[in-house]
């Protein structure tokens, strides 16, 4: 309703040969994808018939730019020791939640394994 009272308005002026289209922000370089509507005004005393939007640009994708995925911590382990604090807040907290079972079934057995108990 918005767009054509527009186009009605700006065709109204009789001075502009009025061009317009919906486009989306991140097929022309921008870094979200937001739909836009653009409208553009040539005055017909200097307008050749010569101007049309510009077509998409294709982007590189993001995994270019980033670092290679690192390996997953396996469930169950620790922070490194030279990482004191966490690797005592994860013992802390893994010794409180299997006092009261809550870890039985998860990976409590693997513990010992890491002298943790």
Known sequence: EYYRATLESLGALKTYNVHSKFMDTAEHGGPHSR?????????????????????????????MFLDPPVRRQVQGSVP????????????????????????????VRALPAAGLV
């Open 35 to 63: 739909q836009r509507i653009y409208f553009i005004g040539i005055s017909k005393r200097h307008d050749d018939g010569s101007f049309c939007f510009p077509d998409p640009v294709t982007r590189p994708s993001i995994e």
């Open 80 to 107: 490194p020791t030279h990482s004191t604090t966490a690797r005592m807040n994860v013992c802390r907290t893994l010794k409180e939640l299997s006092a009261v079972n809550v870890l039985e079934r998860l990976f």
